[in-house]
């Protein structure tokens, strides 16, 4: 089975600049979940789609991000315009069953933005 | 504001001795729990997952719930080097509450030497 897949792995972007992350979960898995890593800080939650729809989009930090999961399958995350303290690590992850078992990561998007 | 709480560490073993990694979590409400591994640049791993008081035992891996004490821990018995990685902890609702977000702590290092 492929597992949850993400790209670009790294991307470089100047401030201002619009990037647009994209994540392949499980096929199957109706869940869905993005997570971001800040420098020196813990993952913390963004949101969560069952199939198309946001169940829950409590962490979203602000406006400027956009979360789409057209179709319920794969999901985009955009950032725009992007500022100097969204650079970390954005980790999209999957599960079948409702999260409550935990759920399997992708490698992850290293943002910079400079 | 739901926190877990970890010691950033380096934890260093020997070979084959028991590792013991612990956390601590704020929100009583928590009602899963559970341990990824995470090697450097790569993806957090789902290791182990508890849900109830007392200890769940998974091969060389052993994870303790206490939601008295609100603290979990997990033990790694005969620790090889392979073992060396940043282990994370993460709370999570209960099933009947239909929110999947987890909230991870900063991660504890582990070191296992030769």
């Known amino acids: 089975e492929a597992g949850v897949t993400q790209f670009p792995s790294h991307s470089v972007i100047e401030k201002g600049q619009t990037v647009t992350l994209r994540c392949d979960p499980i096929s199957g898995h109706d869940n869905l979940y993005w997570y971001r890593r800040v420098m020196g800080k813990e993952i913390k939650f963004l949101l969560h789609?069952?199939?198309?729809?946001?169940?829950?989009e409590s962490g979203m930090p602000n406006n400027r991000f956009l979360a789409e999961r057209t179709g319920g399958t794969y999901s985009t995350l955009k950032v725009q315009p992007a500022e100097l303290e969204d650079s970390g690590v954005y980790f999209c992850a999957s599960s079948s069953l409702g999260g409550y078992y935990g759920y399997t990561f992708g490698s992850g998007t290293r943002l910079t933005v400079v | 504001q739901k926190e877990v709480e970890q010691n950033s560490g380096p934890l260093s073993v020997p070979e084959g001795a028991i590792a013991s990694l612990n956390c601590t979590y704020s929100d009583r409400g928590s009602q899963s729990f559970f341990w990824y591994r995470q090697y450097s640049g790569k993806s957090p791993e789902l290791i182990m997952s508890i849900y109830s008081n007392g200890d769940k035992e998974d091969g060389r891996f052993t994870a303790q719930l206490n939601k008295a004490s609100q603290y979990v821990s997990l033990l790694i018995r005969d620790s090889q080097p392979s073992d060396s990685a940043t282990y994370l902890c993460a709370a999570g609702d209960g099933v009947d509450t239909g929110r999947r977000a987890l909230t991870f702590g900063s991660g504890t290092r582990l070191q296992v030497q030769p």
């Open positions: 789609f069952v199939k198309e729809s946001k169940q829950d």
